[in-house]
């Protein structure tokens, strides 16, 4: 019903910038929350940041606030994630994601992923 489609990855630099990209098409209008999370080779997958559909209201995990910035365009059919001052234990795939409704956390609960893009940071 919804499909999301990253860019933007690729190898930067430690202190380097980086810009992805996630392209929504489909039933759109269902989707409330967007985000992106990552995975890093042999762990966890990791909640990065989100963003309401409306209203603007953003959230961010601890370890990327004030470095990342996660946006949408005017149509809402598009997310970014605008990444500074890169570390080298940012380097993981990046998966965005889009979720139904507005109930329970922002963290969880999200019904669709893009196919990620690797984002690698060398020191």
């Known amino acids: 019903q919804v499909q999301l489609v990253e860019s933007g990855g690729g190898l930067v630099q430690a202190g380097g910038s980086l810009r992805l990209s996630c392209a929504a098409s489909?039933?759109?209008?269902?989707?409330?929350?967007m985000g992106w999370f990552r995975q890093a080779p042999g762990k966890e997958r990791e909640f990065v940041a989100a963003i309401r559909s409306s209203g603007g209201s953003t959230y961010y995990a601890n370890s990327v606030e004030g470095r990342f910035t996660i946006s949408r365009d005017n149509g809402k059919d598009t997310v970014y994630l605008q990444m500074n001052s890169l570390k080298p234990e940012d380097t993981a795939v990046y998966y965005c994601a889009a979720r139904r409704g507005l109930s329970g956390s922002w963290r969880y609960g999200y019904d669709y992923w893009g196919q990620g893009t690797q984002v690698t940071v060398s020191s």
């Open positions: 489909g039933r759109t209008f269902s989707i409330y929350v």
